[in-house]
T-cell receptor, first 113, second 114 residues
Framework: DGGITQSPKYLFRKEGQNVTLSCEQN?????MYWYRQDPGQGLRLIYY???????QKGDIAEGYSVSREKKESFPLTVTSAQKNPTAFYLC????????????FGQGTRLTVV | AQSVTQLGSHVSVSEGALVLLRCNYS??????LFWYVQYPNQGLQLLLK??????LVKGINGFEAEFKKSETSFHLTKPSAHMSDAAEYFC????????????FGAGTRLFVKA
């Protein structure tokens, strides 16, 4: 079945550590996105990529980094520079960016301990 | 600039009652509009989308939404609520100018009482 897989589902990080969230899709979509979700704030765009080896900052990119070395993979690293990283992170992909259906993964809940 | 406003962070209805979730948007160009549903600790799933065809859009699970340009609204309705409809609902907008960003509302949590 085609879809987006995020791993792990739950992640705990100590303060000062970097952590990488995985996102893999087998939908053959060019566009991929990372969103952060906090209660009452909807989804905020962290980074997006329209094509392999290219990505753009979203609205809240500070403290995050991404790579897009393969079409099917778009990992997100939460660095120690992110001051408030505890949140629910969602990865999505689109065949027609902004104009059609976005497919979402199941999310990763990151908690700083 | 685009924006989306969802009126009411929480809506509670009785099972069998009408569901109405409100969404207003602003966009400098004709928009694409979407409603997504999110169940606890899961990703979002598309309910329906408006892309300039019929103004009344039917989606999955008996939901529909009507695009009203004069009111800049895209409210989501369902005639009869089921317990399984309890979830969070997000309205979203993207413009047709070639950009790649979709703007999401803050979400409305729907509670369904037995």
């Amino acid at each position: 079945d085609g879809g987006i897989t995020q791993s792990p589902k739950y992640l705990f990080r100590k303060e000062g550590q970097n952590v990488t969230l995985s996102c893999e899709q087998n939908l053959n979509h060019d566009a991929m996105y990372w969103y952060r979700q906090d209660p009452g704030q909807g989804l905020r765009l962290i980074y997006y990529s329209q094509i392999v080896n290219d990505f753009q900052k979203g609205d809240i990119a500070e403290g995050y980094s991404v790579s897009r070395e393969k079409k099917e993979s778009f990992p997100l690293t939460v660095t120690s520079a992110q001051k408030n990283p505890t949140a629910f992170y969602l990865c999505a992909s689109e065949e027609n960016p902004g104009r059609g259906e976005a497919f979402f993964g199941q999310g990763t809940r990151l908690t700083v301990v | 600039a685009q924006s989306v406003t969802q009126l009411g962070s929480h809506v509670s209805v009785s099972e069998g009652a009408l569901v109405l979730l409100r969404c207003n948007y602003s966009s400098s160009v004709p928009p694409y509009l979407f409603w997504y549903v999110q169940y606890p600790n899961q990703g979002l799933q598309l309910l329906l989308k408006y892309t300039s065809a019929a103004t009344l859009v039917k989606g999955i699970n008996g939901f529909e939404a009507e695009f009203k340009k004069s009111e800049t609204s895209f409210h989501l309705t369902k005639p009869s609520a089921h317990m399984s409809d309890a979830a969070e609902y997000f309205c979203a907008v993207s413009d047709r100018s070639g950009g790649f960003k979709t703007i999401f509302g803050a979400g409305t949590r729907l509670f369904v009482k037995a």
